[in-house]
C-alpha cells in the first residue's frame, strides 16, 4: 500500500466515472456506433426456422431478391469460400470445458439441411434499412419437412434423434451411478425431483454486431462479454490470420453470461460484409433475442439427503438431466460445475453426483449469471429444508449444525473443490439477527394460529459459490504514465455495466496517486489490447483488477528510479506521496517533482508496465440470504417483501459498485423463484417469446434489499478479493422459493417448482388439502 | 412524407416513410442515441421519451403523430451548460445505473413520474416504473435515486 499515512481510496463509495455520458449523451452501444466505415451500411435481417424440427428442403429466395432494397439473400448454399466445421471428436467433446462439441453435435452457421429449434437461422437477407429487411425476409420461402419433435429429460430416451450421427441424444454423461449404501446408516432419507427451469437472460441491448470488409482485413464492432476471444472464434470460423481481424467491443447493454464470446448470427454477419463487400449492421429485436440468444438453467434434478433425527446430514446425492438444446454449446460444463458445487456450503461427508446433458428442439442452452451454481445451491438448499421438516427442526438449525466450521479451511469437499477461506456460520448468524428471525418466526406462529388467509413464509439460504473458475488463464494489463502525468490502462477483462473504468482508476489511484480523473481506461479493441479473456464468472476484479493494481506497482518502481535520476538521490530515500502524487526525497518537500516531471524523464519509452496476471486457484465467496414472503392462500398470490442478506466476497474494493452487482443477482434470483420461466408448447414451439409474456421481473415486484456487509479476505490474491457478480442469484433463489414453501407447510405443502406462480402455488395448497 | 418535429428545443425536418417510427426517427434522422429500442412489444420502457412534457414509448408512435410537436430526450435534459438535471445527478449519486441501456428511458421515465407526483412512496415509486425494464440494478437504486430526487426526504420509506 501507500508509503505515509495517506488514506487509501481503496474501500470508499466513490461514484463512476461512466456515468455522466450514459445519463446524458447516452451509451455508445454497437447500433450507436457512427463511424465513417460504417457509412452506407446495410442492415442484416435473419429468416429463422419457425418450426422446432425438420429437414429443409428448398429455399426459395427469388421473390426476397427483387424486393425493394435488398442487396443480397444468403444461405448456408452461398458459404463456399469456408473452413470445414471443427473436425469429428467422436461426439465426446471436450467435456467439463466450456467448448462446443464439434463433429457430428456441430452447430452450423446457417441451417443446411436441418432445423433444430424455433429461431434457427436459416438466411440472412442484406437490406439497405430494417424496414426492409422485415419486409423481404417474409419473402424467403423455406420448404420444411416436419420432423418429431424432442423435448425435456426424456431426450434421452426417444426415438427421434437430432444428430442421428451420434446414435444418441444424450451428449455426455458422467458421475457415479447410485451407491444405496451410503444412505443406509441414516435414519432419514428424504428424496424430491426438483425443476431448475429454463431462463432467458434478457440483457437490455440484445445481441448487435456491425462488420466492415476493407483492404483485407475485417473490422467488427461486437456487444461481446470478450472481445480477445471473440476475434479467436472470427478467425476459425472464417479461416482468417487473427492478426486480419480487430475486434471493437463499445458499450455493451449487459450480457449476465449470454455474451460471452460471439454467436454464430455475429458471425454470419462477418462473413456477408467479406462476402458481399459492404459494411453491414445487425442489432437484433427482442423477439430474436428471446430465442435466439443463448437460456440459461434448465435442469432436471433430484435430490436424495439422508442424515440423523438430531440434524447431521450424513449423506447427499444429485442426479441431473440437462437440457442443453438443439447443440451442446458448453458440454459438460455447467452441469460439471452445479456437481462440484453439490455439497454446498456444507460438511457433509458422503456426496456424489452424476450427470447426463441431453440435446432437445429448443434455443441451445449456455452461461446465464452463476451458469452451474444457482443450480448447485438450489438443489442443496432444497434438500436441507426438506431434511429438516422431516425431522421436525428449524431449517437455521439444520444449517448450523451442518456448516463447515470456520476453522477447516482451507476446505476439500469430497468432490474435489477447495473452499478457500470462509467463516459460513456467521453470514448465517448476521442475517438471522439482521432479519429478526425469531420475531419473524412468531408472526409466522400467530398468523397460523388464526387461520389468516395471508401465510408468511421465510425461507434460508446459505451458499458457497465459485469464483474465476479458470483462474489459470488469468488477465492482462498495461498501464502507461504519459509526459504529462495522466495515465491509461488497458485491461483485457471487459465491462458491460459493472464499473470496470471506475474500478481500475481507483487502483491506479491509490496505488499511484494519479487521481482518478486522469486515468483513461480503455477495454475491448483488439489492435490496442491484442491479447486478453475478459468478463464472466465473477473474474473480473481478482483477476484483470489485480493484473491492474500489478502493473501500477510495477510503473512504480520504475518510476523510483528515474525520480532519483531526476532528483539525483538515492533510489532507496525516494518516497512517493500516493495523496498528492508526487515524488520526493523522503522528509524533503523541496525536493517534490510531480508525476508528469517524472514520466518526461523516462526517456522515449516512458512508463510502462505489462502484466499477464493468473491465479493458482479458484476463489469461494459465501454468504446467506433470508427471504420474507406472504402467500395468499386464497389465491397463490405471492408477495416478496424483505429480502436480507450478507454476501461475502472478500475484501471490498468500492461497497456502491458491490452493492450494485448484489441487487442486480437478487432480482434475477427472485425473478427465477416467482415469476421467469421460458415455456415451450408440446411442438416446441416458444410460448413466451415477446416480453409481455416472458415475465421479466419489474420494480413493482420487489422490495428493496436489506444487505448486510460481510468481508472475509482471501489469501489466493493481493487485494483479497473473490467475485461478487453472482451471488445473488445464487443466493435468493433458493431463499425465495424456501419462502414460499415453509409459508404453507402446515398446510401440508412440501415442494413447489419455480417459478412459483399463482397458479402453481394455488395447485400445491389444494392439493395438500385434498391428501389430508 | 415531410415532417417537422421539435426535438430538444431544435427543430428537425425530414422528408420520410409514412410507417417510421418515432424512435427510429430520433435515432437515424435527429442522430439522437441515448434514446434505445429494448423490446418491439412496448414492455421494456428503453425508448421513453416526453411528448408535450408527457412519457411516452417512442416505439408504440409512429414519427408523423410527433409532427408538429414537442420530443425531450435524454439528450435535452440536462442544463445549457451541461449542469445535469436533478434526476440525473440522483442517478449517478445513488447508483441507479450499470450498464446504462435502460438509463435514458429510466430517467425519462422518472422525470415524469416525478412531475405527475412530487413526493412519491417508495410503493408509488415503484408502481410507477412498472413499464421500464432493468436487468442490472434489481430496481433498488433506481427507487433510491427517484426517491432522492424528489421533494420528500430520501430514506423516509425505504429499507436498508
Known amino acids: ?772 | 412524407m415531410k415532417l417537422t418535429v421539435t426535438v430538444n428545443g431544435n427543430p428537425v425536418s425530414a422528408e420520410v416513410e409514412d410507417r417510421l417510427l418515432l424512435v427510429h426517427f430520433l435515432r437515424e434522422v435527429a442522430g439522437l442515441t441515448a434514446t434505445n429500442v429494448g423490446c418491439d412489444t412496448s414492455s421494456c420502457g428503453a425508448c421513453t421519451v416526453l411528448l408535450d412534457g408527457q412519457s411516452v414509448k417512442s416505439c408504440t408512435l409512429l414519427a408523423a403523430q410527433a409532427s408538429g410537436r414537442e420530443v425531450l430526450t435524454a439528450e435535452g435534459l440536462a442544463g445549457p451548460h451541461g449542469e445535469l438535471h436533478p434526476v440525473q445527478q440522483a442517478f449517478r449519486a445513488e447508483h441507479g445505473l450499470q450498464c446504462g441501456f435502460c438509463t435514458p428511458g429510466m430517467v425519462m421515465a422518472a422525470v415524469s413520474l416525478l412531475a405527475e407526483n412530487p413526493s412519491p412512496t417508495e410503493e408509488e415509486v415503484r408502481a410507477g416504473l412498472e413499464g421500464n425494464l432493468c436487468r442490472c440494478t434489481g430496481y433498488h437504486n433506481i427507487v433510491r435515486a427517484i426517491l432522492a430526487a424528489s421533494s420528500q426526504p430520501a430514506g423516509k420509506e425505504q429499507a436498508g
Request: proline share 6%; glycine share 10%.
Open chain 1, 1 to 772: 500500500m501507500a508509503e505515509g499515512v495517506n488514506v487509501s481510496i481503496l474501500g470508499t463509495r466513490v461514484v463512476r466515472t461512466e456515468d455522466p455520458a450514459l445519463l446524458t449523451v447516452g451509451g455508445t452501444y454497437v447500433d450507436d456506433v457512427r463511424v465513417p466505415e460504417l457509412t452506407g451500411a446495410v442492415r442484416a435481417t435473419f429468416v429463422r426456422s419457425h418450426v422446432a424440427h425438420a429437414s429443409i428442403g428448398a429455399i426459395d429466395v427469388s421473390a426476397a431478391r427483387a424486393a425493394p432494397g435488398t442487396v443480397a439473400v444468403l444461405t448456408a448454399r452461398d458459404m463456399d469460400d469456408l473452413p470445414p466445421p471443427p473436425p469429428d471428436d467422436g461426439g465426446a467433446g471436450s467435456e467439463g470445458a466450456p467448448v462446443p462439441m464439434g463433429g457430428p453435435w456441430t452447430e452450423p452457421l446457417l441451417a443446411a439441411d436441418r432445423v433444430r429449434y424455433v429461431g434457427e437461422p436459416v438466411a440472412v437477407v442484406l437490406t439497405e434499412d430494417s424496414y426492409q429487411g422485415a419486409d423481404a425476409a417474409e419473402q424467403v420461402i423455406v420448404d420444411y419437412h416436419p420432423l418429431p419433435v424432442v423435448l425435456g429429460p426424456g431426450a434421452a430416451d426417444a426415438e427421434t434423434l437430432l444428430f442421428p450421427r451420434t446414435g444418441s441424444n444424450v451428449a455426455v454423461t458422467a458421475g457415479t451411478p447410485t451407491d444405496e449404501p451410503a444412505f443406509g446408516q441414516c435414519d432419514v432419507v428424504v428424496r424430491q425431483a426438483v425443476e431448475n427451469q429454463r431462463l432467458a437472460p434478457v440483457p437490455m441491448e440484445g445481441r448487435a454486431v456491425a462488420a466492415v470488409w476493407a483492404a483485407g482485413r475485417l473490422t467488427v464492432w461486437l456487444s461481446t462479454q470478450n472481445a480477445q476471444i471473440s476475434r479467436f472464434i472470427l478467425a476459425g470460423a472464417l479461416g482468417l490470420d487473427p492478426a486480419a481481424i480487430r475486434v471493437i467491443t463499445p458499450d455493451v447493454g449487459g450480457g449476465f453470461g449470454a455474451k460471452v464470446g460471439l454467436d454464430r448470427d455475429a458471425i454470419v454477419v462477418a462473413w456477408a460484409a467479406r462476402r458481399t463487400g459492404r459494411a453491414v449492421r445487425w442489432a437484433e429485436t427482442r423477439s430474436e433475442n428471446l430465442v435466439g440468444m443463448t437460456h440459461g438453467r434448465a435442469q432436471r434434478q433430484h435430490v436424495t439427503i439422508g442424515g440423523t433425527r438430531d440434524g447431521r446430514v450424513l449423506a447427499y446425492r444429485l442426479d441431473i438431466v440437462a437440457d442443453t438444446g438443439a447443440y451442446p454449446r458448453m458440454s459438460g460444463f455447467l452441469p460439471g460445475l452445479t456437481s462440484l458445487m453439490a455439497a454446498g456450503p456444507y460438511a457433509i461427508p458422503h456426496v456424489e453426483t452424476a450427470f447426463r446433458v441431453v440435446v432437445t428442439n429448443t434455443t441451445p442452452i449456455s452461461a446465464y449469471r452463476g451458469a452451474g451454481r444457482p443450480e448447485a445451491t438450489a438443489a442443496i438448499e432444497r434438500a436441507m429444508d426438506l431434511f429438516a421438516t422431516e425431522i421436525g427442526l428449524d431449517p437455521a438449525e439444520v444449517r448450523r449444525r451442518n456448516l463447515v466450521p470456520p476453522d477447516a479451511f482451507p476446505h476439500t469437499t469430497p468432490g474435489g473443490a477447495v473452499y478457500d477461506s470462509g467463516d459460513y456460520a456467521v453470514a448465517l448468524d448476521k442475517v438471522l439477527a439482521a432479519a429478526g428471525y425469531a420475531g419473524l418466526r412468531e408472526e409466522q406462529a400467530r398468523r397460523r394460529g388464526s387461520g389468516d388467509p395471508v401465510q408468511l413464509g421465510i425461507g434460508l439460504a446459505s451458499y458457497v459459490e465459485i469464483t474465476a473458475a479458470d483462474a489459470a488463464a488469468g488477465e492482462t494489463a498495461r498501464l502507461v504514465v504519459h509526459a504529462d502525468g495522466t495515465a491509461t490502462a488497458y485491461t483485457g477483462s471487459s465491462a458491460h455495466g459493472q464499473g470496470h473504468h471506475t474500478a481500475w482508476a481507483m487502483l491506479v489511484q491509490a496505488e499511484l496517486g494519479i487521481p482518478m480523473d486522469q486515468v483513461t481506461v480503455v477495454h475491448g479493441d483488439t489492435d490496442v489490447i491484442p491479447e486478453g479473456v475478459g468478463t464472466y464468472a465473477s473474474r473480473s476484479l481478482q483477476l484483470g483488477g489485480v493484473a491492474v493494481h500489478q502493473a501500477a506497482r510495477s510503473v512504480r518502481e520504475q518510476a523510483r528510479q528515474v525520480a532519483a535520476d531526476l532528483i539525483e538521490a538515492s533510489e532507496a530515500d525516494m518516497e512517493l506521496d500516493t495523496e498528492t502524487g508526487s515524488w520526493q526525497v523522503r522528509g524533503d518537500p523541496a525536493t517534490s517533482r510531480s508525476w508528469a516531471d517524472v514520466a518526461g524523464h523516462a526517456g522515449p519509452a516512458g512508463l510502462v508496465a505489462a502484466v499477464q496476471y493468473a491465479e493458482g486457484q479458484p476463489t469461494f465467496p459465501f454468504g446467506t440470504h433470508l427471504a420474507v414472503v406472504e402467500v395468499d392462500t386464497e389465491t397463490g398470490k405471492v408477495r416478496h417483501l424483505r429480502q436480507v442478506t450478507a454476501d461475502d466476497a472478500g475484501t471490498v474494493l468500492n461497497p456502491l459498485l458491490a452493492e450494485g452487482q448484489r441487487h442486480g443477482g437478487i432480482a434475477q434470483g427472485v425473478a427465477q423463484a416467482l415469476v421467469e420461466e421460458f415455456v415451450y408448447d408440446a411442438d416446441g414451439n416458444p410460448l413466451t417469446s415477446t416480453l409481455t409474456d416472458y415475465a421479466a421481473i419489474t420494480a413493482a415486484e420487489l422490495p428493496s434489499f436489506e444487505l448486510v456487509s460481510s468481508e472475509t479476505p482471501t489469501e489466493v490474491n493481493p487485494l483479497g478479493a473473490k467475485g461478487i457478480g453472482e451471488a445473488g442469484t445464487i443466493g435468493a433463489t433458493p431463499a425465495v422459493q424456501n419462502a414460499v414453501i415453509d409459508a404453507l407447510s402446515h398446510l401440508g405443502v412440501r415442494h413447489i417448482d419455480m417459478p412459483a406462480t399463482p397458479a402453481r402455488v394455488w395447485a400445491a395448497i389444494s392439493g395438500a388439502r385434498e391428501s389430508r
